[in-house]
């Protein structure tokens, strides 16, 4: 049973369009981060969610932004995807007590055209 | 600033062998180190997490090793079968009880049958 789940798995945008990726989880974890991951790259921490507290990556485009309206679900709002924004983007979970093992979800491929 | 790197970046072997993937890190501080497998074009399946307070973790033909003083952990594979053929990465979190990792840019492995 798939336990983080984004949608779409593949997503087309045409230069300059917003787009928004969706990340739900079943696990009931309080934290949710998003990564970004070119091609042939290790992924990149953008930023995560501490319940409702938003924390940035210092180097994080402002072009990324997330909400995130409850614990279940959380969203990548990409305001002007440029070419260089193609790439997978994977949503993961953790939990802040006890176990602390991340778990990811099967990602979306983001192309732009 | 922790930094992790993975060799080989890509290994080829007969179905049957026993093999190692090699994961180091820079700064040994720290909190737990986590092996993943990526099969292309989509996400991460955790495979071991490792506490900084154990040196080994196991699970059915997987065993991962941690050695902090040295920086380095291991991934043991017995018996490979052409369905372990994927990238493994080893990634280490920047803070503890978050998840915000550090991967290494992964090995690509290829069981041949």
């Known amino acids: 049973d798939a336990m983080v789940i984004q949608n779409p798995r593949y997503q087309v945008t045409q230069f300059g369009k917003p787009v928004t990726l969706s990340c739900s989880q079943t696990l009931n974890h309080n934290v949710m981060y998003w990564y970004q991951q070119k091609s042939s790259q290790a992924p990149k921490l953008l930023f995560h969610y501490y319940d409702k507290d938003f924390n940035n990556e210092a180097d994080t485009p402002d072009n990324f932004q997330s909400r995130r309206p409850n614990t279940s679900f959380c969203f990548l709002d990409i305001r002007s995807p440029g070419l260089g924004d193609a790439a997978m983007y994977l949503c993961?979970?953790?939990?802040?007590?006890?176990?602390?093992?991340?778990?990811f979800g099967q990602g979306t491929r983001l192309t732009v055209v | 600033k922790q930094e992790v790197t993975q060799i080989p970046a890509a290994l080829s072997v007969p179905e049957g062998e026993n093999l190692v993937l090699n994961c180091s890190f820079t700064?040994?501080?720290?909190?737990?180190l986590q092996w993943f497998r990526q099969d292309p074009g989509k996400g991460l399946t955790s495979l071991l997490l490792i506490q900084s307070s154990q040196r080994e973790q196991t699970s059915g033909r997987l065993n991962a090793s941690l050695d902090k003083s040295s920086g380095r952990s291991t991934l043991y594979i017995a018996a490979s079968q052409p369905g372990d053929s994927a990238t493994y990465l080893c990634a280490v979190p920047l803070s503890p009880g978050f998840q915000k990792l550090v991967f290494g840019t992964g090995t690509r492995l290829l069981v041949s049958p």
């Open positions: 993961a979970t953790s939990s802040i007590t006890g176990y602390t093992e991340a778990f």
């Open positions: 700064d040994s501080a720290i909190y737990n």
